[in-house]
């Protein structure tokens, strides 16, 4: 029924990068991929139009956000969120767990499921994991995650151990529940664990042994330091199935993408290159800038020498500066537009080295170059985000 | 050493409509048009690109705003307008001094100019007559405007009678300052007289007999009643050279410019399309609507029927009235879209009709279906972006 598959192209004979295609009802994914985030049926200031020029090949979509604005019901009226949202590529929903923890209120976890009151309107509801696989079927993306338990961090082995368990009952109650939807849809498994690499081992194994067709590592990269994320890594891709796309879930910056990828990644998402875009941070192969930094007041050249993005095709950083610097909407787009092609090039060169043979080399020379936002900064701007989100 | 040229190629046997073209360095314009206004070396939300598609042939920019941020002599080390921002067909900037008047703080009015200071950073400026030719040379439009002094609504006879005259008085050292130049730019003049009509009979004649090559109508639609703008046009028209063209400043509403190509007015410059695009209000042909609005929540249909703009080719009524709704970036983008390019195929339409010899028809069947924004609700809304203004 589903015309779901993934092969995989070549292998990298030094780390666990490997280059695959991943083909979906809407289309073909060449992996490694970077997912832009699209929360509300929109990646925020772009068009369907300018993230195929910038190269993306399927975009994430919250199905918390959307199940609560305009609802799902009313997308599935519409054909399903591809046409709602005039993007005829790949499409992967989340599950809402995550934001129902982050964003909802009045939280209750049962081993039903998870109920919860809208950040929006204060409205009750309530995801379990077939209300879920509901849902998204009416969202209609051609990749569905199932609800699961993402532990705080830092968490002690109790919790981390039971919220675990329960996702996996959870991960076997929506495998059965998809069974009643008859769609292209591919559900993946979430393999949890937290920060226990034992945990994290066993998790992968029972997930990579249920029949999902690809996987999703979750609960990462949620505030513990980026160090302990890629050792947890190393312990889940040895567990997972070697046929099926690896999805981590919520990352990443560039830095990330360069070395998940060594470790095995396929798939990758995260706000973090729109979101620094529109607060003026820009990527370049030495690090982020800070394009409404005085520095760029009179730049006649682009953001990045060389880059082929729409925005520095066509406009000096001065002009970018100068529409940043006096909030103007075009600015949003441009930076957004720059950070998103970033990341997708950055895919790109990845895939090539991969199926040169040369990653190792692409991705030293890469983090040579490239000088990361320093956790700190990283922590502050998160506090900022928060705070704002909070408002 | 001007390239500019007008030539009238049709003319209503009814009113004093006129269809033709305005050549400048940067392509032609045909007439009537409407001018999307740029403040900041950028149409809110919309790019170069989408300006093309959505017809426009001439676009306007604020001396004021540029002035101060990012400042002239760094638009001009980037070779002017037209480079900075992208965007290579004809510009027409304004003088600043409308906006010295409605946004400048302790204005201090003088024969040789206005002292104010910047809403931005409270730094003192002094604009005259001939100071603002090398600002308006150093950012390089195709059209130039002179300084001039706009009169409030409503205004005592001797103070309109004075504020004309000194208008009079820096139209002549506009010229002068202007020879001083090297450039292509074509310096327009400005009609004053405010809500006199012998004033402005005298005004257009003195305007009009000034070797200008083309002539703006400026303050009206200050806040006086409609009626009165209209029959202030019926005084200056009749005296105005019927070979330039004739600018119609600061307005309009759609049902304005097919009243006022009536009233022998050619260009149109006005922000409200784009403002109240943002706000919600979309142009149709039967009058505004509000995209916010519940009944537009599961609306399969564009926003209007038939419209060729992008949004409307692309998206449904319920989709753009969900972006509105949630305040996505790209909601202002596509409801700026929708609004321009129902403006820009308005002006073609009134021009198919005068060169047809049917605009009398035209604008009466238009007025008949178009139901204008009240009044009374337009009062509401500039009262309400005053107050947010001031924030």
């Known amino acids: 029924m589903s015309s779901f598959s993934f092969t995989v192209e070549a292998e990298c004979s030094e780390s666990w990068a490997r280059a695959g295609t991943i083909h979906t009802p809407h289309g073909h994914i060449h992996t490694p991929i970077f997912m832009p985030v699209g929360t509300q049926a929109t990646v925020k200031s772009v068009s369907p139009e300018e993230l195929r020029e910038a190269g993306a090949e399927i975009i994430l979509a919250n199905t918390y956000h959307l199940m609560l604005r305009p609802g799902s019901q009313l997308i599935a009226d519409f054909g399903g969120l591809h046409s709602f949202m005039h993007w005829d590529g790949p499409i992967l929903t989340d599950s809402g767990g995550f934001q129902v923890f982050s964003l909802g209120h009045l939280r209750k976890l049962s081993e ?51 919220a675990m368990e329960r996702t996996h009952r959870w991960a076997e109650r929506a495998l059965a529940a998809r069974e009643k939807y008859q769609s292209q849809q591919t559900l993946f ?15 992968a194994r029972f997930i990579g042994n249920l029949p999902f067709p690809g996987l999703s590592i979750g609960g990462l ?149 490239y000088v990361p936002a320093s956790e700190l900064v990283r922590e502050d701007q998160r506090q900022k985000w928060k705070a704002a989100r909070l408002q």
């Open 112 to 162: 039903e499921g998870v109920a919860f009151k809208s950040h929006l309107d204060g409205s009750a509801h309530l995801l379990t994991p077939e209300s879920v696989m509901q849902i998204e079927f009416e969202l209609g993306a051609d990749i569905i995650l199932p609800l699961d338990i993402c532990a705080e961090f830092p968490c002690a082995y109790g919790d981390a151990k039971e």
């Open 189 to 203: 498994g979430i393999v949890q664990g937290a920060f226990e690499p034992e945990l994290r081992q066993q998790s």
């Open 221 to 369: 990269s949620v505030g513990e330091p980026k160090e302990e994320m890629w050792n947890l890594l190393k312990y889940v891709t040895p567990e997972l199935p070697r046929d099926k796309p690896r999805h981590l879930l919520g990352v990443g910056s560039p830095e990330d993408l360069v070395i998940g990828v060594g470790l095995g990644m396929d798939m990758f998402d995260c706000v973090l290159p729109t979101r620094v875009a529109r607060h003026g941070g820009l990527f370049t192969r030495y690090g982020r800038i800070n394009i409404k930094s005085a520095r760029y007041r009179s730049e006649r050249g682009a953001i990045e020498e060389g880059c082929d993005c729409y925005t520095c095709r066509n406009y000096s950083a001065a002009y970018v500066h100068h529409l940043a610097r006096t909030e103007e909407q075009l600015y949003y787009r441009l930076g957004t537009i720059h950070n998103l092609r970033f990341m997708l090039r950055l895919v790109g060169q990845l895939r090539a080295s991969i199926i040169a043979g040369t990653y190792s080399a692409f991705r030293d020379n890469f983090l040579a170059q």
